[in-house]
């Protein structure tokens, strides 16, 4: 969350900034797996997705978005809602 990303790609969204947001508030990557070799070998990793297939009795399962998130000891929550209407 301190803006170095290991690739050099930006994440496609990225919710607070060192040094410019609140120290308590809630953390938010979207698409880390673009920005982290780390992130990238959880999130497209065979292994985990050939376990959510078979743990939803599907044939196979692909990758629509990660979403890294972070709550600092402290932070308030985030309350329900609906980012887009689909």
Avoid at 40 to 56: G, H, N
Wanted: proline content about 6%; charged content about 20%.
């Amino acid at each position: 969350f301190r803006g170095n990303f290991p690739t050099g790609i930006y994440p496609d969204e990225w919710h607070w900034r060192e040094g410019i947001s609140k120290p308590e508030k809630f953390r938010e990557i979207v698409n880390a797996w673009k920005s982290s070799d780390l992130v990238a070998s959880v999130a497209c990793s065979e292994q985990i997705a050939a376990a959510a297939a078979k743990l939803m009795g599907w044939s196979g399962v692909r990758l629509g978005q990660d979403d890294v998130l972070w709550k600092p000891p402290g932070a308030s929550g985030v309350g329900y809602h609906q980012d887009s209407a689909y």
